[in-house]
């Protein structure tokens, strides 16, 4: 690492790792390093993600103690880059340490709250912390698809945005997880507004929460 060089807490604009992405990274936490491992592991729940901007998987296990409603064991494997590997490593840490956390709060864990216990991640890194925390909320569904608790299972809606190209709140995330910080950005990268200019102003309040979901700043 750069000698004096301190990186933002969220999502740092430098090109250097923080010392505990790079601890996580070369030194993995609960991760599986064969198929073979992964196969015969009994798990509670499973719950695997893909990234269209990277091209990154993740695929996360879960065990579960039914009597006091937390994760006891958390399990994970990817074909990610350095800050996949990193943020899920960092994640796995967070939902099994004292005692293992609530399912409940563990729903709500976010990208921002990974990269504040790995020190920041470069900006254009962030969409990486995405992957572990998606995938943990598909392990806890379908734990709880399971063990048949339908009415606990949490789910991400999508909604169309621009009805004339079909751009939805998802693809506004993904381009702002990309990079994109204005409305310009977001329409270069989308062509959203483009036909429908009715979306300008959702899309515009869209980006402004998700900058500050994704990274705490407008």
Request: with cysteine.
């Amino acid at each position: 690492m750069k000698q004096g060089f301190k990186p933002d807490v969220i999502g740092n604009e430098g090109w250097f790792y923080s010392e505990k992405v790079k601890d996580h990274f070369f030194n993995p936490r609960n991760i599986f390093k064969s198929k073979a491992e992964a196969k015969k592991y009994k798990a509670d729940g499973i719950g695997t993600i893909g990234s269209p901007i990277c091209g990154d998987v993740m695929k996360l296990w879960i065990k579960v103690d039914k009597k006091t409603d937390r994760i006891k064991e958390c399990k994970f494997q990817t074909f990610g880059c350095a800050s996949a590997i990193a943020s899920t490593s960092m994640l796995t840490v967070m939902a099994t340490e004292k005692g293992g956390m609530k399912l409940d709060k563990a729903l709500k864990l976010t990208p921002k709250d990974i990269m504040e216990r790995l020190g920041g991640l470069p900006e254009r890194k962030v969409h990486c912390s995405v992957l572990g925390d998606k995938a943990l909320r598909e392990a806890i569904n379908d734990y709880f698809r399971k063990t048949r608790q339908f009415e606990r299972i949490s789910g991400e809606g999508t909604k169309i945005i621009d009805k004339a190209l079909k751009i939805t709140n998802k693809d506004i995330e993904e381009a702002v997880l990309e990079g994109a910080k204005t409305f310009e950005e977001i329409q270069k990268m989308t062509k959203i507004g483009i036909q429908d200019k009715n979306c300008i102003p959702e899309t515009k309040r869209l980006i402004k929460y998700y900058r500050e979901k994704h990274f705490g700043k407008n």
